[in-house]
C-alpha cells in the first residue's frame, strides 16, 4: 500500500519547484501569499520514488521488550538532463519483537553539487508519511537544493534515528503527523534577516505533563523571489517546547482567538529562528519548520544554550584555509536517565569572510553510542558530529557550530544517602 509524502513546495518563475520529496509541478505561486503553512505541505503520490545510492542502519542500542534505538543514512542522486528532480525515498523497518510504537527523528542532512559550484535559491530536507502496519514502521524522506534554474545534478543525504518502543512499558506518545506539523516566519523582521518561527501543537495525551519533547523533523531556506544568491550563513536553532499559549499569537498554522494567555499542560509552543543569507543585510526569504512532538512521564529532554546571529561580510582575515569536512567527537556523562539519543537540532555554518556559491553542504550525526550507568549517577552518551560547507576549491574555509539536544527516557532519581 502506498502511504502520503511530506511535500515541501515553494515555486518560483523559472524554478520549477524546490520540493522535499516531491516532483516538480506546474503550479506557481508566490511563497509569502500562502498563510497556512500546510499548503507548502500537500501530501501526493504521483512524484517518482528515488532509488537510493547508498544506505546504511545499524542497532545502537536494544533493550528486548521495551525498545529499541537505529541509527542510519540514506543518499540519492539527481543527475538528469535539463531539468532535475527533488529527491523522495521510501523506506520500512520491522518493529523488533513486542515493540508496537515507533517513530523517525531528523538527525542532519548533507546536499552536495555534482559539478562544480553554483547559485542557491532554496534548500531543505524533511521526514514524513510516518505510519505502522502490521508490526512494519514506513517513512518517506526527501530534500534538494537548487540554484534559480534546478538544471544542475546533485547529491541528497538526510541521517535519521528510528526509535521504536513497546507503549505497556515506556510511557511515551507521539505526535508525527503531516499535516498541522509545518510551521513558516510570519513575525517579519527588519534590518535583519534571522526569523523567526512560531509552532503550536495540542494533543490530550499530553495533558497533565510538565514538558512535551517537541523535535525537529524537517527545515527549508527559500530566497522569496525569482533569483538566486550567494550564500554567507545558513543557520537554524530549534526551541524547545512549553506548556504555554500566548493569546492571539499566530503560531504557524494556528492563530489563538482568545486575548487571554494560558498555560495549559495538553499544548506545546516554541519558536524557532533560522536564516539563509549572503553578504546584504536583509533579503526576502522563507524558513520553515517541521516537527514531531514526543510526550510522556519516561520522556525529557536536555537543550543546551544555542543562539544564532546573523553574520556580515567581515572583509578581512580571509586566509587561504581549506574548507575540509570537520568531524567532532563529544562525551556527555552523568546523563540521568535509563537511555539518551542525541539530537542534532541546531546548527550555524559561514564562510569565514565574505559570501561565495556553494559546492557541499551539511550537518549531521554520522554515529553515536549509548553506554547506560551502572548506579544512579547516569550513563554516558558518545556521539560524532559532522559538518561541511564548502565551494568548488574549499577556500576560503567556513566556521561551524552545532546544538546537540539528548532525549532521554527515564530519568534515574538519585539514591539518597
Known amino acids: 500500500m502506498r502511504h502520503p509524502v511530506v511535500r515541501l513546495r515553494f515555486v518560483h518563475r523559472t524554478l520549477g519547484a524546490l520540493a522535499l520529496g516531491l516532483s516538480v509541478t506546474a503550479c506557481s505561486f508566490n511563497p509569502s501569499d500562502v498563510h497556512n503553512p500546510d499548503d507548502l505541505l500537500p501530501l501526493r503520490e504521483d512524484a517518482p520514488i528515488s532509488v537510493p545510492t547508498s544506505s546504511e542502519r545499524k542497532l545502537i542500542y536494544?533493550?528486548?521488550?521495551?525498545?529499541?534505538?537505529?541509527?542510519?543514512?540514506?543518499?540519492?542522486?539527481?543527475?538528469?538532463?535539463?531539468?532535475?528532480?527533488?529527491?523522495?525515498?521510501?523506506?520500512?523497518?520491522?518493529?523488533?519483537?513486542?515493540?508496537?510504537?515507533?517513530?523517525?527523528?531528523?538527525?542532519?542532512?548533507?546536499?552536495?553539487?555534482?559539478?562544480?559550484?553554483?547559485?542557491?535559491?532554496?534548500?531543505?530536507?524533511?521526514?514524513?508519511a510516518i505510519e505502522i502496519d502490521r508490526g512494519v514502521l514506513r517513512w518517506e524522506a526527501g530534500g534538494a537544493v537548487s540554484d534559480q534554474y534546478f538544471d544542475d545534478g546533485y547529491e541528497w543525504c538526510y541521517t535519521y534515528t528510528v526509535l521504536t518502543w513497546n507503549s505497556l512499558q515506556l510511557q511515551a506518545t507521539v505526535d508525527h503527523g503531516d499535516m498541522g506539523h509545518a510551521f513558516r516566519d510570519w513575525a517579519w523582521t527588519h534590518g535583519t534577516s534571522l526569523l523567526p518561527v512560531?509552532?503550536?501543537?495540542?494533543?490530550?495525551?499530553?495533558?497533565?505533563?510538565?514538558?512535551?519533547?517537541?523535535?525537529?523533523?524537517?527545515?527549508?531556506?527559500?530566497?522569496?523571489?525569482?533569483?538566486?544568491?550567494?550564500?554567507?550563513?545558513?543557520?537554524?536553532?530549534?526551541?524547545?517546547?512549553?506548556?504555554?499559549?500566548?493569546?492571539?499569537?499566530?503560531?504557524?498554522?494556528?492563530?489563538?482567538?482568545?486575548?487571554?494567555?494560558?498555560?495549559?499542560?495538553?499544548?506545546?509552543?516554541?519558536e524557532t529562528t533560522g536564516l539563509m543569507k549572503d553578504n546584504e543585510l536583509e533579503r526576502q526569504q522563507i524558513v520553515l519548520d517541521l516537527v514531531t512532538g514526543l510526550g510522556g512521564r519516561d520522556v525529557d529532554l536536555v537543550s543546551p544554550p544555542f543562539t544564532v546571529a546573523p553574520r556580515e561580510d567581515a572583509g578581512s582575515g580571509c586566509g587561504s584555509l581549506s574548507g575540509e569536512l570537520r568531524l567532532e567527537q563529544r562525551e556527555v556523562q552523568s546523563v540521568p536517565y535509563q537511555f539518551a539519543i542525541p539530537l542534532l537540532t541546531g546548527w550555524d555554518l559561514a564562510y569565514v569572510c565574505d559570501d561565495e556559491h556553494l559546492a557541499e553542504i551539511g550537518a549531521w550525526i554520522p554515529e553515536w553510542e549509548w553506554q547506560p550507568g551502572t548506579s544512579a549517577g547516569g550513563g554516558t552518551l558518545r556521539y560524532t558530529v559532522a559538518t561541511q560547507m564548502r565551494d568548488k576549491d574549499s577556500v576560503p574555509t567556513f566556521h561551524s557550530r552545532t546544538q546537540v539536544k539528548i532525549l532521554g527516557l527515564r530519568r534515574i532519581t538519585a539514591v539518597r544517602k
Open 62 to 128: 536494544e533493550a528486548p521488550g521495551l525498545l529499541a534505538v537505529f541509527h542510519g543514512t540514506t543518499c540519492a542522486e539527481s543527475d538528469r538532463s535539463g531539468e532535475e528532480i527533488p529527491m523522495r525515498v521510501q523506506e520500512e523497518l520491522a518493529l523488533p519483537k513486542e515493540l508496537d510504537q515507533g517513530t523517525v527523528l531528523l538527525n542532519g542532512y548533507h546536499l552536495r553539487y555534482l559539478d562544480g559550484d553554483h547559485h542557491v535559491t532554496g534548500l531543505g530536507t524533511g521526514i514524513g
Open 198 to 270: 512560531a509552532g503550536f501543537l495540542s494533543n490530550p495525551a499530553w495533558t497533565g505533563l510538565p514538558e512535551v519533547a517537541v523535535l525537529p523533523r524537517g527545515f527549508a531556506a527559500i530566497w522569496n523571489g525569482d533569483a538566486d544568491h550567494h550564500v554567507l550563513q545558513l543557520a537554524y536553532e530549534h526551541d524547545s517546547g512549553e506548556v504555554y499559549v500566548e493569546g492571539e499569537k499566530e503560531y504557524g498554522n494556528f492563530t489563538v482567538a482568545s486575548p487571554v494567555s494560558t498555560v495549559s499542560t495538553s499544548f506545546a509552543t516554541w
